[in-house]
């Protein structure tokens, strides 16, 4: 899936469609299988798109992955690395997790965000709050076109 609770780590993935992380770039291999071991066989890379990351791209990761790895994001260490107001630069992303909130999936702290049990299995719906990239083609009318996952 692209994320690893071990932070700094390079992350070469293995199989169809799974996603790595290499030098600040994600790269996504081919989801069909057929297609997948051609590449292989003959010699080539697997890879069927990769991106490479803005200062943006690694801040929301890293919100994602406290999310989706630990169930639980300290927004101060967030403020503290990436030198922002947490509440003011995700503001709309917050206020997007209000209804979830209502729905028992999620707990709003002052300086943290925590996943409730029902929340677990819920995860990837409240992290993709924080993709700008899903948000734009949610903006644009897309609903999962053009993305590496989707969620229920």
Known sequence: MGYTTR???EMVS???SSIGEVDGCFVQNKPVEI??????EGGGLAALRGHKM???DRLRR?????IMCN?????QQIQERYRIDFDQHFAAQLKALI?????GLVLLHAHAIELTSLGQMFMRNVAVQFDSYFAARQDQGKTGEGTFS???
């Open 62 to 66: 890293d919100v994602i992955l406290g």
């Open 150 to 152: 989707k969620t229920l």
């Open 54 to 56: 803005s200062g943006e």
């Open 71 to 75: 169930g639980y994001l300290d927004k």
């Open 14 to 16: 293995f199989g169809v």
């Open 7 to 9: 932070a700094g780590t």
């Open 35 to 40: 297609d997948y071991l051609t590449a292989l």
């Open 99 to 103: 209804p979830m909130q209502d729905d």
